[in-house]
């Protein structure tokens, strides 16, 4: 039987580790909490599908036509086609396992309109898609369990991926409940550890996601992609602990953005867009945002009460409860705040990393959204990742390498030894917190060569302090070991960024506002002997 190591337990992790049990294969499932917790539960939208009663003049080549053109003509055709063509049998595969989607009268899915897609087609599940597909996947994952096909692990942290001659074996983690590193070899690794919010402080998303595990493998020889292409969601608002996200099914509901001059509503997208203005792709509306300059609002209330409760009863909850706005009567005060990254792991068709063995998929992973990703595609493309790497596990080829991991556990106790200490001028959460600062700074929605330099200076700094950071021994000890990795994809990302020398999709250059033939590629970046190497991969080297 085949060792499959999955670590990160969201929607992409729990796709791949019951489409890996489906074709008898053995799997040990890891994450620091148990997939209920994961980012993925937040997902209320939708997942997009053009199933078999889609709406007329709808199709599959439409769907992959949009993606590719949301994405700006820079991810895999072939990457896309084979995702949209997929998503009708997903559909299908989520409801024999018990997702309840939200139907029609005449029992056919329900369909709401996202944006930059030219027809309803994103299938949801009241307000809880997220958590629906996560429940109907963690059901089938038990049961595997209770075949001894799936065994699932909780409180550890990735530390480090076991890499011997190009080769991935394994990985250590911090196993928070015996405070001590612990090996887990395995035939094939999968990666699934999610976005990487946390580099940027207060997201829409989860902390849980906070880039470590790219940023280490990024150290160890994986290859990065696309890493500037960060999602501005144009919807939320601000609370005291996060970005709350208004769901772009609110726009897709009838919702118009306006902003106010001399006492008159300005609605700005339908004035420079049309009928569709409001649901132009993400990086549009939030640009559009920006450059207006002024208070923005998105009003629903003339939906009427009885519609917006049935529709979108998650946006009215959470307004009124973190806000005290009854949107049925009042307008939501809203804002673009980081919410996606289309960057991540480079992989290629088949998942496999530039290591042999070490797969990627779902948000850590870099492959179908190109400059920007369409609403709805991400929980498609984390389940339909998982299932084809698990066909890409079962099939490789590849000679494994016999590793108990012992080097490694070493390294890691010792590393983690000299980690305590609570004296530092350069405490974990200061660090953190300058970080975010530079980001959302440097990477906002409109860059220029002057502040991503600028952001590069003082990440690079922290980086050369690295080794006197210290965490607080109140702490897991994750936050102490996690830092440098994060700077370093912090770097990797502000890189990346200033070496695109164009304005595409998320990626929007003040100083160079066309988008140029010439750059119509993914940006790889590379770790050689601490040097940051970036090419453009015009040859194609991750669409094979
Ligand atoms: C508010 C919100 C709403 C969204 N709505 C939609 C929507 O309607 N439709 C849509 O298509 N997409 C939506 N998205 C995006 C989508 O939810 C995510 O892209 C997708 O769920 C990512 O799934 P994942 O499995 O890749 O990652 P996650 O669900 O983030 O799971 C990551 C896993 O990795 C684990 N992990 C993290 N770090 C480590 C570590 N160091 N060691 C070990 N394990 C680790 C985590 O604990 C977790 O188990 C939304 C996102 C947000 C934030």
Not at 16 to 44: D, G, H, I, Y
Not at 288 to 314: A, H, N
Not at 331 to 337: A, E, H, T
Request: glycine fraction near 10%; hydrophobic fraction near 35%.
């Amino acid at each position: 039987m085949k060792r499959v190591l999955i670590i990160g337990s969201g929607i992409a992790g729990l796709s791949c580790a019951v489409s890996c049990a489906e074709k008898n294969m053995e799997v040990t499932l890891v994450s620091p909490f148990p997939s209920e917790r994961a980012q993925s539960v937040l997902a209320a939208g939708g997942i997009n599908a053009v199933t078999d009663r889609h709406e007329p003049g709808d199709s599959i080549a439409c769907h992959i036509e949009d993606t590719l053109n949301g994405g700006c003509h820079i991810a895999g055709k072939k990457a896309v086609t084979g995702l949209c063509e997929s998503a009708p049998d997903i559909i299908k595969w989520l409801e024999k396992l018990g997702t309840v989607f939200s139907t029609e009268p005449d029992g056919s899915v329900s369909k709401r309109a996202f944006g930059g897609q030219s027809y309803k087609r994103t299938c949801y599940c009241g307000a809880s898609t997220g958590k629906q597909i996560v429940t109907a996947l963690v059901m089938e994952a038990r049961r595997y369990e209770g075949m001894g096909r799936i065994k699932r692990r909780l409180w550890m942290d990735f530390y480090s991926a076991l890499i011997q001659d190009g080769v991935c074996c394994g990985a250590v983690f911090y196993n928070e409940a015996t405070c001590a590193p612990e090996a887990i070899t395995a035939d094939s690794v999968v990666i699934a550890t999610g976005g990487q919010n946390a580099l940027f402080g207060k997201t829409t998303g989860s902390t849980q996601c906070d880039g470590y595990v790219a940023g280490k493998l990024f150290t160890q020889g994986v290859e990065l992609k696309n890493l500037e292409f960060i999602q501005y969601h144009p919807t939320t608002i601000e609370t005291d602990q996060k970005r709350m996200l208004i769901s772009e099914a609110a726009r897709g509901e009838g919702g118009r953005l306006y902003y106010e001059e001399n006492g008159r509503r300005v609605y700005f997208m339908e004035d420079r867009f049309g009928e569709r203005g409001n649901l132009m792709p993400r990086d549009v509306v939030s640009r559009c945002m920006e450059e207006c300059g002024k208070d923005v609002y998105l009003d629903v209330s003339f939906l009427g009460r009885e519609r917006i409760l049935q529709r979108l009863p998650e946006v009215y909850e959470l307004c009124l409860k973190y806000r005290g706005i009854d949107i049925c009567e009042q307008s939501i005060p809203v804002s673009p705040s980081v919410h996606f990254f289309m960057g991540g792991i480079a992989v290629k068709n088949n998942h496999e990393t530039n290591i042999k063995r070490l797969y990627a998929i779902g948000e850590c992973a870099s492959i179908y959204h190109g400059a920007n990703r369409l609403g709805g595609n991400s929980l498609l493309a984390a389940i339909y990742g998982g299932k084809v790497a698990a066909a890409s596990i079962e099939n490789n080829s590849a000679v494994g390498v016999d590793t108990d991991g012992a080097d490694e556990l070493a390294a890691a106790a010792q590393t983690l030894r000299a980690l305590k200490g609570t004296q530092s001028r350069y405490p974990v959460k200061y660090v953190r917190d300058m970080l975010a600062e530079t980001m959302r700074e440097s990477l906002g929605i409109v860059r220029c060569a002057e502040k991503l330099q600028s952001g590069i200076d003082d990440v690079s700094f922290y980086l050369s302090v690295a080794d006197k950071i210290r965490y607080d021994s109140s702490e897991l000890a994750y936050f102490g070991y996690s830092v440098s990795a994060i700077l370093t994809l912090a770097k990797a990302t502000l890189i990346c960024a200033q070496s695109r020398q164009e304005s595409r999709g998320a990626h929007y250059r003040s100083d160079h506002p066309d988008t140029k033939d010439a750059c119509r590629a993914a940006t790889v970046i590379r770790y050689d002997n601490g040097e940051f190497r970036t090419y453009l991969d015009t040859e194609g080297k991750y669409e094979s």
